[in-house]
């Protein structure tokens, strides 16, 4: 799922090749994202889409030879002049008289062609990682002293591959070594997986094509760079293996441009570092954004922004319980939640205040539900494939923080502020708080070695993140106990997850509930307050905030009529939530459907029974409450199935059934054997919210 789809897109024909772009945005600006080597298509672009787009009008194209574009065969149809022409027939075609360029690598060429040449259309340009032949020319894949149509012997290595023979014979593998050195910065496997799979989009006779074709050379490049009069840019690494940064620093000096040196970056940061790389556009294209009301520092009240993660509703339920619990201790604290659906449903049943700039966020939620197939998410693989959106929230995040003054940022699993805060560590400028109930990506049994070693360097990278920074966590805070943590590895020779988390981490005990169920002594007092008659066995079908659980939700349902002729009384409520349509459920006579129950915790608390997906948030709710619970893990969702299953196991705590299992008569069964036996769940501490919010209370 993309963070944001076009307002406009279309097709702009130049001498019978068809040129696909794409249009985001409005304002007097107008950036152009131009293509790069037709190695791949315009989506290498998707982490600056969404960001630049909320504050001008975007612009951007599939090459030639790529995307959707056409792919002409001719070599010279793919001489820099014909890139640099395509790009004005579609300035021509979407109404662009001028535009600031956004070039990147090969795309450097054909932005100099038009700055020079038309230098009335270009405001200004960025080169990122220019591949523009100036003195020192020497491009990596010139070592070699070979020419694109060589032949050799035996199998080729490193830039040896950089031959169409080769490209003919093994396409694939020229795009894994190719990228593999456009991305040299460690943990790239998601980048170098995403540029791959483009890559594949398009056919070795056109990289041939496009290889013989570059017309280009150096005195040429020299004097265009000496015509160009707008201002300029160079964003450049000092590790990039394609071009040399002193290729780029030549191109800064020529055009009397500023340089900005990466350090550590390959080939491509505005992939691999992308919030450096947005902020460095925005703040040289676009005009700064006003400066927020400052009041002294000691005369302004207290704030904090809370980002709760929006994937299920059990972390606005525990958010609100922590954000009540330290309102007690501060009182004079204003939170601002930075929150989308569901969350905010159940932040507006709760009356809190949600930041303006919430409506910019791309939805998590849907992505998930995309990602998902019956009963079955792969939540690891969905999160990898979340990368666009988590940046641009991120930088809605960044855009919050920089409006307003706040004292303390908590993220409840805010995957995003996490994460690009240890890779951007500079730009924290406030207290900042991390919580969660589950340390540590498990691969899934069965999905083979690919898996084991992804997850292992994801959590590689974490790990290196919070130890090299270790002052960037103000607090880290578990949601549970120690023994709650399973006892796995991270990964091949990587430490005990439960040992380094007890280093890192503080805990809170027990489970942070949305209900403080002490109040709610009198089981029978809340039943009849819910409407629940005393004669009647109660079953909540309950699946999450998610729409993932919409095929176990039906498949409980169904079961319901085997169920009652095994359980007299029973009355079964199913709880759609927020994100399933109740009409798109099977209609069950005798079971009563319900949309989203802002109050889903006093049901469970008031049930006999209840059948769930096996989200933590929910199930320990029912372990709080002592209910006799039936759950269903997604499958291939490594927190499901090893993490929330062990920390259950503590507790003694609920049954698990396959989906696979969960017919009529093993639902039925099942429910008839819970109604029937005591419930003997060890006890869920309770006070966690208000120790969280202490932890929290000592920064401010």
């Keep these: 799922m993309r963070a944001r789809l076009p307002d406009r897109h279309g097709y702009t024909v130049r001498d019978g090749v068809r040129l696909h772009w794409e249009l985001y945005g409005e304002g007097a600006t107008t950036v152009f994202l131009l293509p790069t080597w037709s190695i791949i298509h315009s989506r290498h672009w998707k982490f600056q889409i969404a960001y630049l787009a909320r504050h001008c009008r975007v612009l951007v194209m599939d090459g030639r030879g790529n995307g959707l574009s056409d792919r002409p065969l001719d070599p010279s149809a793919y001489a820099d002049e014909e890139f640099a022409a395509d790009a004005l027939a579609v300035m021509d075609d979407t109404g662009t008289d001028t535009c600031a360029l956004v070039s990147v690598s090969s795309g450097a060429r054909w932005a100099l062609l038009l700055a020079a040449a038309h230098p009335e259309r270009v405001t200004s340009c960025v080169f990122i990682g220019p591949a523009v032949p100036l003195e020192p020319w020497n491009p990596m894949w010139l070592a070699t002293k070979r020419a694109i149509d060589w032949e050799y012997d035996g199998e080729p290595v490193d830039w040896m591959k950089w031959n169409s023979g080769y490209w003919m014979g093994n396409h694939r593998g020229f795009l894994e070594f190719f990228f593999g050195r456009v991305f040299p910065e460690p943990h790239s496997t998601k980048p170098i997986e995403d540029t791959v799979t483009w890559g594949l989009d398009t056919t070795p006779e056109v990289l041939t094509a496009t290889a013989r074709a570059s017309t280009l050379d150096e005195a040429r490049a020299t004097e265009l760079a000496g015509r160009v009069r707008c201002p300029v840019l160079v964003i450049h690494g000092d590790e990039d293996e394609i071009v040399l940064h002193d290729n780029g620093a030549a191109l800064a000096e020529l055009t009397r441009g500023r340089l900005f040196t990466m350090e550590g970056s390959g080939h491509c940061p505005h992939v691999r570092d992308p919030v450096a790389v947005n902020l460095a556009i925005r703040e040289f294209l676009l005009p700064s954004p006003p400066a927020p009301s400052r009041a002294r520092a000691r005369n302004r009240r207290r704030r904090a922004l809370y980002v709760s993660s929006p994937i299920g509703l059990g972390h606005a339920r525990r958010d609100v319980a922590i954000a009540q619990e330290l309102r007690k201790l501060v009182p004079d604290l204003e939170i601002d939640w930075l929150a989308q659906d569901p969350v905010t449903r159940v932040l507006q ?259 006999d029974v209840a059948l769930t997906q096996g989200g933590l948030s929910t199930t320990m709710e029912l372990t709080a409450a002592g209910r006799p619970f039936l759950y269903f893990p997604l499958r291939d969702h490594c927190e499901q199935n090893f993490h929330v299953r062990h920390r259950l196991k503590q507790y003694g705590a609920g049954r698990c059934m396959d989906f696979d299992e969960a017919t009529p008569q093993n639902i039925a069964s099942a429910i008839e054997s819970l109604v029937t036996q005591p419930v003997e769940y060890r006890e869920v501490e309770s006070g966690t919210a208000a120790r969280a919010a202490r932890l929290i209370a000592d920064l401010l």
């Design 349 to 607: 049943a709760h009356r809190e205040r949600i930041h303006p700039l919430s409506r910019e966020l791309a939805s998590e939620s849907q992505h998930i539900e995309r990602e998902s197939g019956s009963h079955r998410l792969h939540v690891f693989e969905a999160w990898r494939r979340m990368d666009e959106i988590l940046l641009s929230n991120f930088m809605v995040f960044l855009e919050a923080v920089r409006e307003r003054n706040y004292d303390v940022w908590i993220g409840d699993e805010a995957w995003e502020l996490d994460y690009y805060l240890h890779e951007n560590p500079e730009l924290k400028q406030a207290a900042y708080v991390w919580l969660t109930d589950f340390v540590g990506w498990l691969p899934m049994p069965g999905l083979g070695e690919r898996d084991v070693a992804l997850t292992a360097d994801y959590n590689a990278e974490m790990i290196e993140q919070v130890e090299r920074f270790p002052r960037l966590r103000d607090r880290a805070i578990f949601i549970g106990r120690p023994e709650d943590i399973v006892s796995d590895a991270f990964g091949p020779g990587l430490p005990e997850i439960r040992t380094w988390t007890e280093q890192h981490y503080q805990f809170t005990g027990g489970y942070i509930l949305g209900l403080d169920h002490n109040a709610f002594s009198d089981r029978a007092e809340l039943r009849r307050r819910l409407g629940y008659r005393d004669d009647e066995v109660i079953c909540i079908a309950s699946v999450g905030g998610s729409g993932v659980g919409a095929d176990l939700l039906a498949r409980l349902m169904k079961a319901f009529p085997t169920a009652r002729r095994r359980v007299p009384g029973l009355r079964m409520v199913a709880v759609a939530g927020p994100r399933i349509d109740a009409s798109s459920l099977p209609i069950v006579k005798g079971v009563e459907v319900r949309p989203f129950v802002p109050d889903l915790d006093l049901h469970l608390a008031a049930c």
